[in-house]
C-alpha cells in the first residue's frame, strides 16, 4: 500500500479519531508500564534530558512526570492528540514534524531520545536521516529507545498491517544493520514481554511462553540462533 504525504498528515491530523479512542488521565496512566520500562532499559537519571519524538498524546511523558523524571518535551505532527494530551494536563507537548523539531536542536544537548511504534511508519531514507540527526544531537553517553514491530513474531504480519502508515517490520539483523548504516556503535534488544503485574498478566504470560515455545524451536533448529524475539514488538537501545 502506497499513501501520498498528504494522505499521511490527512491520517495523523485524525489520529484519535481514526482509531476511536477516547483519552482521560487513567488512559494516559496505562502507559506506565511503558514508561518504567524506558527507565530500567536506558537507566536514565532523573535531572537527564528526555525527547519523546512522536509523542502522540503525550501518555509516556505524562507517566514519566508521575515517576519524577520531569526533563521532558514531546513532539508529534498530529495536532489532534497534541491537543489532547495537552488538554488532559501533558506538559511541554509541541506540534511539529519531527524532523524539523530535531534539526533545530543544540548539538550533544539530550541524553535519551524515545522514538516508541515511530519508524515503522518512515521509509528508510528517512528513518537513517532522522537516526543519524538524533546521533548528532545526544550527549556523548546519550540513547535512543526505540519500539518497533517484530517480524520474527508469528503474528509479525498482523503488527504490520495494522494500521494504514506503518511502511516496515524490524527483525534483530534488519536492526543490528539499521545502527551500523547510522553510525551507532551499541545496540541491546529487549523482547517486549506480557507484563507481569496481576494475576491475570501471569496467566497471560505463562500461556504466551508456551504458545511460542514451538516457534523458538523452529527458529533454533533451521538458524542455530537462540535469542529471536518472538513478541509483537521490540525494544532496540542504541547509543554512539
Known amino acids: 500500500m502506497y499513501l501520498t504525504s498528504e494522505d ?24 506506565l508500564c511503558n514508561a518504567k520500562s524506558i527507565i530500567q532499559k536506558t537507566d536514565i537519571k532523573y ?16 507517566c ?6 520531569n526533563n521532558t518535551n514531546g513532539v508529534d505532527i498530529s495536532s489532534e ?14 506540534i511539529d514534524d519531527i524532523n524539523n523539531y530535531v534539526k533545530n536542536l543544540e548539538d550533544n544537548s539530550v541524553n535519551l531520545f524515545i522514538l516508541s511504534d515511530v519508524i515503522e511508519h518512515l521509509t528508510l531514507n528517512d528513518t ?16 535512543i529507545y526505540l519500539h ?15 494500521d494504514l502508515t506503518h511502511t516496515t517490520s524490524f527483525t534483530v539483523n534488519s536492526m543490528l544493520q539499521l545502527k551500523n548504516l547510522c553510525g551507532f556503535s551499541y545496540l541491546a534488544i529487549h523482547e517486549d514481554k506480557i507484563e507481569i ?21 523452529k ?3 533451521e538458524s542455530g540462533v537462540r535469542k529471536i524475539p518472538m513478541s509483537l514488538n521490540f525494544a532496540a537501545i542504541i547509543s554512539k
Open 148 to 162: 518497533i514491530p517484530n517480524a520474527s513474531s508469528y503474528l509479525g504480519s498482523h503488527i504490520k498491517y495494522s
Open 219 to 221: 527458529y533454533y533448529m
Open 8 to 31: 499521511q498528515i490527512k491520517i495523523y491530523n485524525s489520529y484519535k479519531s481514526l482509531r476511536e479512542r477516547n483519552y482521560s488521565k487513567d488512559y494516559l496512566r496505562s502507559y
Open 64 to 69: 514519566l512526570n508521575l515517576l519524577g523524571y
Open 128 to 143: 537513517t536521516n532522522l537516526l543519524i540527526a538524533c546521533r548528532d544531537k545526544l550527549k556523548r553517553s546519550g540513547k
Open 197 to 217: 503485574n496481576s494475576i491475570k498478566g501471569l496467566v497471560r504470560r505463562i500461556v504466551w511462553e508456551i504458545l511460542v515455545l514451538p516457534t523458538r524451536i
Open 81 to 94: 492528540e497534541v491537543k489532547s494530551g495537552t488538554d488532559l494536563g501533558v506538559k511541554n507537548l509541541v
Open 47 to 62: 535531572e537527564q534530558k528526555i525527547i519523546d519524538l512522536g509523542c502522540g498524546n503525550g501518555g509516556t511523558i505524562f
